[in-house]
C-alpha cells in the first residue's frame, strides 16, 4: 500500500548502514512512502549484494562500500551505474553531500562518530539510530548540532516516544524521563544461570528483531544504560532525573513526567517502523497500514524495577554518565570489543561487565575532552580490553 506525503516537500535522504537492521526498514518505510524522500547515498560495510538489489530499486546519487575488498568485487560485478566509492572516508563524503536534507545514522557503533559528525558539520540533520555516537561523543556532537543549527530526530524506540510526548511542552516543565525496557532474554535468569548464558540464548529477544550487537547489548542492559546516556544528551535532562522502569511486553516505549505530577506515555506495538517514520517527518503524522494495537487483546501491561545485580552493565553505564569526561567513552568502547568477543563465543556473558569494569578502572578519564581525545581513549581502550581477552 503506497502512501502519500504530508504537506511539505520530499526530503533527500542519504542512509549510513542501509543493508542492516535499521537500513533495511528504512527502506522499506521510504518505499511505502514513496513523496517523502528521494535517495541519494546507500552504504554498507561488506554486504554486496544487499546494497546491489537496494541499489537497483532506489537509483541513489551514489553507494559507499567501507570494505575495500568488498567494494572491488562489487566493482567489478554491479549492474548499478551511480557513482561507487570505498574506504570509511568516503562515507564521511556521502553523509556530508549538499544535497542531503536528512542523514539516517545507522552505522554500528564507534564507526558512526566521524561521518555523523561529517554530516552536521555541512549542516545536514540526523536522524540518529547510532547511539553509541552519542555515548562516546555526545557533548562535541551536541555542540555541533548547535553550532550548525541541526535538528537531531530520534530513532530509538524510547527517544522517539520522549520526543512525541514533549511535543508541545515546554523543556522547564519536565520532572523526570522514564525510559521502559523489555528486560530482555535473561529478565528472569539467576546471577548463576547468567555465567552460562549462551549466545545463541542471548540473540533470541522476545520483543524485537535487530542487529545481532544491539541484541547483545539489550541482554545485558548495556543497551539500557547507553539510552540513558542518549537521553542525557537529546533532551538535557541530567542522570539523577532519568529512570529505568522494566516492561516486558514493549507497549509502552517510554514515558515523560511532569512537574505537575503528569505523566505522558508513547504506546505502540514494537515496530521500528514507526520511529524510523516518524524521525522523517517529525513533528507531522503521515497516514500508515502498520499493524493496530488492540490492549483489549494485549490485556496486561507490567512493570519491575530493573535489577543492577544481575545487570551490572546497567550501572556501570549509569557510573560513567555521573563520571563524565571521557568514561563513557571507554564504556563503549571495552563494551564493542567484549561483546564482539562474545559473539566469537571467545568469552562467557558475564565477562562482557567484568571487561567494562576493568577499562573503567585502567583507563585514565579525561575531562572535557575534545574530539581527538575521545578518539584517542576509544583506541586505548580497545588495545587494553582486546589484550585481556587474548591472555
Ligand atoms: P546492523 O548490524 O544490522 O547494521 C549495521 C549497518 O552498518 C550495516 O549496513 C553494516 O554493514 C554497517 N556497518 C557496520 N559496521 C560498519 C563499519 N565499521 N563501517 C561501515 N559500515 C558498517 O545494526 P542495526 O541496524 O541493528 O543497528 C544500527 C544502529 O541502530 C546501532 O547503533 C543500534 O544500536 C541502533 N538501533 C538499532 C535498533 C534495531 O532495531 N536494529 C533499534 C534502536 C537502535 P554490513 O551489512 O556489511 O554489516
Ligand atoms: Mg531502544
Request: aromatic share 6%.
Amino acid at each position: 500500500m503506497v502512501h502519500s506525503s504530508p504537506a511539505g516537500r520530499t526530503k533527500t535522504l542519504s542512509i549510513l548502514g542501509s543493508t542492516g537492521s535499521i537500513g533495511v526498514q528504512t527502506l522499506d518505510v521510504v518505499r511505502d512512502h514513496p513523496d517523502l524522500t528521494r535517495i541519494n547515498w546507500l552504504t554498507t560495510n561488506r554486504r554486496i549484494e544487499d546494497l546491489e538489489r537496494q541499489a537497483l530499486e532506489f537509483s541513489p546519487k551514489g553507494v559507499v562500500i567501507a570494505d575495500q575488498q568488498s567494494a572491488e568485487t562489487f566493482r567489478a560485478n554491479t549492474r548499478f551505474k551511480g557513482r561507487i566509492l570505498s574506504g570509511h572516508a568516503a562515507l564521511e563524503e556521502a553523509a556530508a553531500d549538499a544535497d542531503n536534507d536528512l542523514l539516517m545514522s545507522a552505522l554500528v557503533g564507534f564507526s558512526g562518530v566521524r561521518p555523523t559528525m561529517a554530516a552536521m558539520n555541512a549542516g545536514v540533520d540526523i536522524a540518529l539510530a547510532n547511539k553509541e555516537t552519542l555515548v562516546s561523543a555526545g557533548e562535541p556532537m551536541m555542540r555541533a548540532a548547535a553550532t550548525n543549527g541541526i535538528n537531531i530526530y530520534p530513532v530509538d524506540s524510547e527517544h522517539s516516544a520522549l520526543a512525541q510526548c514533549m511535543v508541545g511542552e515546554s523543556s522547564t516543565a519536565i520532572e523526570r524521563l522514564i525510559l521502559t525496557a523489555s528486560g530482555g532474554p535473561f529478565r528472569r535468569h539467576s546471577l548463576q544461570e547468567l555465567q552460562h548464558a549462551t549466545c545463541a540464548q542471548a540473540l533470541k529477544h522476545p520483543n524485537w528483531s535487530m542487529g545481532s550487537k544491539i541484541t547483545i547489548d539489550s541482554a545485558t542492559l548495556m543497551n539500557k544504560g547507553f539510552e540513558v546516556i542518549e537521553a542525557r544528551w537529546l533532551f538535557d535532562v541530567d542522570a539523577a532525573r532519568i529512570d529505568v522502569l522494566v516492561h516486558p511486553q514493549s507497549i509502552i516505549h517510554s514515558m515523560v513526567q511532569y512537574v505537575d505530577g503528569s505523566v505522558k506515555a508513547q504506546l505502540g506495538l514494537p515496530d521500528m517502523k514507526l520511529p524510523i517514520l516518524y524521525a522523517l517527518v517529525a513533528p507531522e503524522r503521515v497516514a500508515t497500514n502498520f499493524e493496530r494495537m488492540n490492549l483489549a487483546d494485549i490485556a496486561t501491561l507490567t512493570f519491575e524495577a530493573p535489577d543492577y545485580e544481575r545487570f551490572p552493565c546497567l550501572r556501570l553505564a549509569f557510573d560513567a554518565l555521573a563520571a563524565g569526561g571521557t568514561a563513557t567513552a571507554i564504556v563503549n568502547a571495552a563494551n564493542e570489543i567484549a561483546v564482539a568477543a562474545f559473539l566469537q563465543e571467545k568469552i562467557a556473558f558475564m565477562d562482557i561487565p567484568r571487561l567494562v569494569d576493568a577499562a573503567l578502572n585502567k583507563i585514565v578519564n579525561i575531562a572535557d575532552p575534545s574530539l581527538d581525545d575521545i578518539f584517542a581513549v576509544d583506541a586505548e581502550t580497545r588495545t587494553f580490553v582486546s589484550s585481556n581477552i587474548q591472555a
